[in-house]
């Protein structure tokens, strides 16, 4: 009879294994409703992409169980997802990713996965057979580096943008419990895991920053954000109801002076006669128009008056 221990090392390692299977439904998802991926670094997902093909052949090498060798193959499907999106959705590419080339990038996309998986495993049993040193472990270790590199075009984003834009804050919540339900589960286990111990430990932490950054950039200095999100209203197709969608608006430093100065334009203006002239700024023009206009109405009425003294002198 299974102990308790063992019961529950199981549990909340299968907890874990469903939030880390799928903590980027909840990006992907997010990306499909805005029609955008603004905000989002590229190379974070393709880094991912790798990381899962490391992850899904050091599962099957080391013959683990079977929900741990389709965790890695779903991260890494939904992994090549979220990057696609970022071709099709992003600015700089959208132009020339239809959708049509995106679906068959996909398609190719998945044929090389699984292709680079399975020579991936030929290539470490073979190591293993030969009596190379390291091999396992580098097949472990590699996977764990490439999940924390993934992170790190993502920090340089939100930190030149001086906020967080894009990145799904359920995808992070799920990421990280999906860690700690595995921490949870290694500490019920009997033999001690150090491997598997740094790889989720580095998880929680790299979600832990993004947490950070996005308290300090969007709820406590949201001054400083260069790219900020708006919400804008949609009316959800077939049920009515009013949906929030992120909108992206850029906001130069250089531009914020302007924007003042526009905004002190817009509320000084000038009403007359139920028209609306510019403000002090542009009247200038109009006042030298009325001055003209008021010369040469006097000019005018001289001339008249000129004009009727002389025909009043020249009446018999």
């Known amino acids: 009879m299974a102990s308790t221990r063992s019961i529950l090392e199981n549990i909340f390692g299968m907890l874990g294994i469903i939030f880390w ?6 990006q992907a998802i997010d990306n499909y409703r805005a029609k955008s991926t603004a905000g989002l670094s590229y ?31 779903i991260f890494g499907v939904l992994s090549m997802v979220c990057y696609l999106q970022c071709l099709y959705y992003g600015e700089r590419t959208k132009g020339w990713w239809t959708l ?26 073979a190591g293993i057979d030969n009596n190379v040193k390291g091999t396992v472990e580098a097949a472990g270790i590699i996977p764990i580096l490439l999940l924390v590199l993934g ?20 995808f992070i919540a799920a990421d990280a419990a999906g860690a700690m339900f595995s921490i949870v589960s290694l500490i019920f286990r009997t033999e001690f895991d150090l491997l598997a111990t740094l790889n989720y ?15 300090y950039f ?13 919400g804008q209203k949609d009316l ?13 608006t850029i ?13 002190h334009r817009r509320h000084l203006h000038l009403d007359m006669h139920g028209t609306t002239v510019p403000n002090h700024l542009h009247a200038e023009p109009v006042a030298k128009t009325m001055t003209m206009t008021a010369t040469t109405g006097a000019a005018s009425q001289v001339s008249l008056s000129s004009a009727h003294s002389n025909s009043t002198v020249a009446q018999p």
């Open 21 to 26: 299977s799928f903590q980027l439904l909840p």
């Open 218 to 230: 969007n709820k406590m200095n949201p001054g400083l954000a260069r790219v900020r999100e708006v």
């Open 251 to 263: 906001v130069e430093p250089e531009e914020k002076e302007e924007e003042g100065k526009e905004e």
């Open 151 to 170: 992170f790190i075009p993502q920090y340089v984003d939100i930190y030149r943008d001086r906020s967080v834009v894009g990145v799904s804050m359920a």
């Open 43 to 73: 190379s974070m997902f393709f880094i991912w992409v790798l990381c899962a093909l490391g992850f899904g052949s050091y599962g099957v090498v080391e013959e683990l169980s079977i929900p741990l060798i389709v965790q890695p193959q």
């Open 100 to 125: 049509r080339r995106t679906m068959w990038a996909a398609v190719g996309a998945v044929c090389l996965m699984v292709g680079v998986q399975v020579g991936a495993v030929y290539a470490t049993r």
């Open 236 to 248: 959800e197709t077939g049920e009515g109801r009013e949906n929030e969608s992120a909108v992206v």
């Open 201 to 215: 430990c580095a998880v929680l932490v790299c979600d832990l920053i993004v947490v950070a950054f996005y308290v």
